[in-house]
């Protein structure tokens, strides 16, 4: 299958908290969507962008999925679990990329294809501070319209914040088409919307012209997510708020499990 253009995707990642105090954080983000076989980009034939290899701006495959496994063979595994049956093909990563070798991705998902380039598939892997990741994943309805969003929901058994349990379950509504992109995750407990998370961008070609004219916003990606979620932990923290440990010895703690 012929590899599909790269993007870059410049916006802003929003937390609205409803309860049990009301707290907001904005904090603006680039990241990379690219197949996972390699994308067809012109910006990694050079210095600036690599991937699967290093670079000023670098995308790795092994930054995601299983240890034991291939990034396609993960994703598969992870969506024949949920119950899809169809043949995927075409397999794109939205991600944060690594800036001078470092990133975090506290959500990073996969957009799977069937070979008629109808989406079929996704899934969110979400990572926390303690090196846990946890995959959640959904078979979509081939025939919807592609600029049409996309709602799915899930029971939330995965630890993130200090300040939520796991408990409640997540929904998801999740858009993309040519120039645009959103994802929205409300966490719900007892009935009531706990807090909203949102991702916003717009896409455009991943190209050097790309990623110097957003050059300043790449480059303190990976820090402005790190340090914006500390800094709402902080607030959160004075706000005073209760904390939850992570379960001991689960997927929560151990980096690479799923």
Request: glycine fraction near 8%; aromatic fraction near 10%.
């Amino acid at each position: 299958m012929t590899p599909s253009p790269a993007s870059l995707l410049v916006g802003q990642v929003g937390h609205t908290r409803r309860r049990p105090r009301h707290h907001s954080l904005r904090y603006r983000v680039a990241s990379i969507l690219a197949d996972i076989d390699g994308p067809d980009a012109p910006a990694s034939n050079g210095w600036t962008f690599g991937f699967n290899r290093p670079g000023l701006v670098s995308l790795h495959t092994s930054d995601h999925g299983a240890d034991t496994l291939s990034l396609r063979a993960w994703v598969e595994n992870r969506l024949r679990e949920a119950g899809s049956t169809s043949p995927i093909g075409r397999i794109q990563l939205l991600a944060s990329p690594r800036i001078f070798g470092l990133s975090f991705n506290p959500v990073s998902v996969f957009f799977a294809y069937n070979q008629h380039d109808d989406l079929t598939g996704l899934v969110f892997e979400v990572s926390n501070f303690h090196g846990g990741r946890c995959a959640y994943a959904f078979p979509v309805d081939a025939r919807k319209d592609r600029n049409s969003p996309h709602h799915l929901q899930a029971d939330k058994r995965f630890f993130v914040s200090p300040f939520n349990p796991v408990s409640g379950h997540y929904r998801f509504k999740i858009a993309r088409d040519d120039h645009h992109y959103r994802l929205s995750i409300q966490l719900i407990r007892d009935d009531e919307v706990v807090l909203t998370a949102a991702h916003t961008a717009q896409l455009q070609p991943l190209t050097p012209g790309a990623l110097r004219s957003a050059s300043w916003l790449v480059a303190t990606n990976t820090i402005r997510i790190f340090f914006g979620i500390l800094w709402e932990a902080l607030r959160l923290r004075l706000k005073g708020l209760a904390t939850f440990a992570p379960r001991r010895g689960t997927e929560d703690t151990l980096p690479g499990r799923h």
